[in-house]
T-cell receptor
Framework: SQQGEEDPQALSIQEGENATMNCSYK?????LQWYRQNSGRGLVHLIL?????REKHSGRLRVTLDTSKKSSSLLITASRAADTASYFC???????????FGTGTRLKVLA | KAGVTQTPRYLIKTRGQQVTLSCSPI?????VSWYQQTPGQGLQFLFEYFSETQRNKGNFPGRFSGRQFSNSRSEMNVSTLELGDSALYLCASSLGSEYNEQFFGPGTRLTVL
């Protein structure tokens, strides 16, 4: 089974609202990465958070990591229609250079 | 700096044939990873190469193979294609350490008829 599982599977919000999606994983990690994918195209890297970090920001994105709970969350503030996409977390399974992706959260931002 | 490029972008093959996909990483990146994405299984790791050596591989049959050249370009090959091999194949490049971000190419859409 996949190491990362995101929830919710789908999320629909109004433009300007915040969107929060969560990721859970099963084994120890060195880092966790979040990606965005638009309509079956290539993935765009959003943020990498190391296992010894608890929070990281990038523009309107905020990522938290709780290694004791083996979970991470991605918060997108003041969402825009252009944020409509699928969001995935990926973990490195303890530094094996083998990234395991979650099932993804499909975000729809309504204008 | 140019991004990750993959060729071809689209491919249609029939069962039993073989296919070779190519990936050119970002200049200076020495690691290339390959992933298969399908609606049913999601994104699954195929293998990762660093400096021409395979460092890890996923749980795929031996029909899936890859290699990396001295200029870090990578190819993956799928032999004896099956209908279930229809997927988006993505490659990602990185500098190669465990704290480096992966940058993805646009993918190759393979359809097996």
């Amino acid at each position: 089974s996949q190491q990362g599982e995101e929830d919710p599977q789908a999320l629909s919000i109004q433009e300007g609202e915040n969107a929060t999606m969560n990721c859970s994983y099963k084994t120890s990690i060195n880092n966790l990465q979040w990606y965005r994918q638009n309509s079956g195209r290539g993935l765009v890297h959003l943020i990498l958070i190391r296992s010894n970090e608890r929070e990281k920001h990038s523009g309107r994105l905020r990522v938290t990591l709780d290694t004791s709970k083996k979970s991470s969350s991605l918060l997108i503030t003041a969402s825009r229609a252009a944020d409509t996409a699928s969001y995935f977390c990926a973990t490195d399974a303890g530094g094996t250079y083998k990234y395991i992706f979650g099932t993804g959260t499909r975000l729809k931002v309504l204008a | 700096k140019a991004g990750v490029t993959q060729t071809p972008r689209y491919l249609i093959k029939t069962r039993g044939q073989q296919v070779t996909l190519s990936c050119s990483p970002i200049s200076g990146h020495r690691s290339v990873s390959w992933y298969q994405q399908t609606p049913g299984q999601g994104l699954q790791f195929l293998f990762e190469y660093f400096s021409e050596t395979q460092r890890n591989k996923g749980n795929f049959p031996g029909r899936f193979s890859g290699r990396q050249f001295s200029n870090s370009r990578s190819e993956m090959n799928v032999s004896t294609l099956e209908l279930g091999d229809s997927a988006l194949y993505l490659c990602a490049s990185s500098l190669g350490s465990e704290y480096n971000e992966q940058f993805f190419g646009p993918g190759t859409r393979l359809t097996v008829l």
